[in-house]
């Protein structure tokens, strides 16, 4: 049996994988190219501010769950409902609208600009619903050719079928009228990275998730908690992680990958490693391969660039929820250009979170730690960020101006990511904040694969490899390439 691992990436695919695989007896190693681990799912303590720098909440809680039973232990954090999940607020109106999981209490709120919005939303609810269950095992599923891939696709109920020809923005447009509702429901095509007219209508499970099967839940202490306590249970398995290792080259002998090897010419081998760096960019960068060739990678859908902004505050924000959106009044026109056109940055949409409001341990007394994200190109469309500060500026007084109050003179504490410190961080293709887009090309059975093409001991883990990006999607890539790898040692014992 293959005994020994090592795993290069200590990002939340990587870190549960080596949970997973130590509890089942496996000697497991990490590398990491940055000084801690994490990755994304990361952490920025600064001025006495303590700031999640990427994930600020997840759903689908019980892959959590179910991932603390498959390792036998408790899950080593805690999280909590969010009520409202999400709150959101159009520059065309003073009204903010907040998504309460109570669809009735949420539904009130459109009956003026959509009295028959309940009826609506509840069967595209319920539409969700089905489609969720009925796809719940082509995600759950790994493949080893995309015959298999379509033999799984052919088990899902063929009533969803005309699902797959509709944007995430039409399928809404079905149940509801008004273009509040519209854009409310469909942001959530965002977090996927692109735009409710590009993101496949299959996702509009994510509306079921998010408001009747599960909700939004974050950590108490902070989403980072979440990495703090893999790495504490990985501790009692001895499992080591090395950082400040980035690979950068490898040797191979036939179908076996010998040794990973680092910017410093160190070797580091095993008898099975697994990649949790980006699956296409590290196949094209590293191994050279020529269907990742540089070309190539060009040629495939990437999601937005993120432009992410963490400020200090001296004051409190008790009138702003924990997550908030800031919307524009042109929704279609933002999202034709956000991929296309660097000026559109003139009116950028964003979003906001307060993670001291649920945790005060995040910033000092009377004060607050904002979290801000917005969508933008990526350095193939806009290479410069020198304007950065004036981009931000414009964000903090558009933000001011919504909650009527300037903070400008409150700011203690100022740091910015641009797509570029994205891309230097974590070696994510031109600062796409989510890798790979989940058009239907690029998923399932078409999207890289978690076990190498080449090399019969290699298998890849995280958001870039199936079944895609988001935290509860990255656990089960963790279980999924973790029974890839018990099958591999199993055919060699
Ligand atoms: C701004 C932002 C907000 C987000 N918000 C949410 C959210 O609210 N909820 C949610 O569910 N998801 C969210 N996501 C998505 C989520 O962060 C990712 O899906 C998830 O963290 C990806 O984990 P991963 O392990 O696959 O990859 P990563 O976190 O990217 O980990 C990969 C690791 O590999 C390391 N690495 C790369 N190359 C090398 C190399 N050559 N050698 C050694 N190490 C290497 C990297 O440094 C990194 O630590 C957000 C992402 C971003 C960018």
Known sequence: MAKSVLIAGAGLGGLATALRLAKKGYNVEIIEKNSMSGGRLGQLEKDGFTFDTGPSFFSMSYEFTDFAKDC???????????????????????????????????????????????????????????????????????????????????????????????????????????????????????????????????????????????????????????????????????????????????????????????????????????????????????????E???????????????????????????????????????????????????????KPYYYVNVLSRSNPGCAPEGCESLFFVCPVPDLRLKKNWDDKDEIVDSIIDDFSKRIKKDIRPEIVSRTVYTPADWKDQFNLYCGSGLGLSHKMMQIGGFRPRNFDEVYENVFYTGASTIPGTGLPMVIISSKLTTERVEEYSAKKS
């Open 72 to 290: 036998n232990i408790n899950l080593p954090f805690q999280y909590y409902q969010l009520d409202p999940l999400y709150s959101v607020n159009f520059s065309r109106s003073p009204k903010t609208y907040h998504l309460y999981n109570e669809i009735r209490r949420l539904a009130d709120q459109f009956r003026e600009e959509e009295p028959a919005f309940e009826a609506g939303f509840r069967r595209y609810l319920e539409k969700s619903r089905r489609l969720y269950h009925d796809t719940n095992v082509v995600i759950k599923s790994n493949y080893d050719s995309m015959f298999q891939y379509l033999l799984t696709l052919m088990k899902v109920n063929p009533v969803h079928l005309p699902v797959i020809f509709r944007s995430f923005w039409q399928q809404v447009s079905r149940y509801v009228k008004s273009n509040d509702a519209r854009e409310i429901l469909s942001l959530v095509a965002f977090f996927l990275g692109k735009t409710p007219f590009d993101t496949p209508a299959v996702y509009t499970l994510l509306s079921y998730t998010e408001f009747m099967h599960d909700g939004y839940y974050n950590v108490t202490g902070g989403m980072y908690r979440i990495v703090e306590g893999i790495v504490d249970e990985l501790k009692k398995e001895n499992v080591r992680i090395i950082y400040n290792t980035e690979i950068t080259d490898y040797i191979s002998e036939g179908r076996t990958l010998k040794f990973l090897v680092d910017r410093n010419y160190k070797k580091w081998g095993a008898d099975i490693i697994i990649i949790n760096a980006d699956a296409a960019v590290f196949r094209g960068r590293i191994f050279k391969r020529r």
């Open 292 to 346: 990742f060739s540089e070309e190539k990678l060009n040629k495939m859908e990437w999601t937005m660039g993120s432009l992410t902004i963490y400020l200090g505050i001296k004051c409190k924000l008790p009138e702003i929820q924990h997550h908030n959106y800031y919307l524009g009044n042109n929704y279609r026109e933002y999202a034709d250009k956000v991929f296309k056109n660097p000026e559109i940055m003139e």
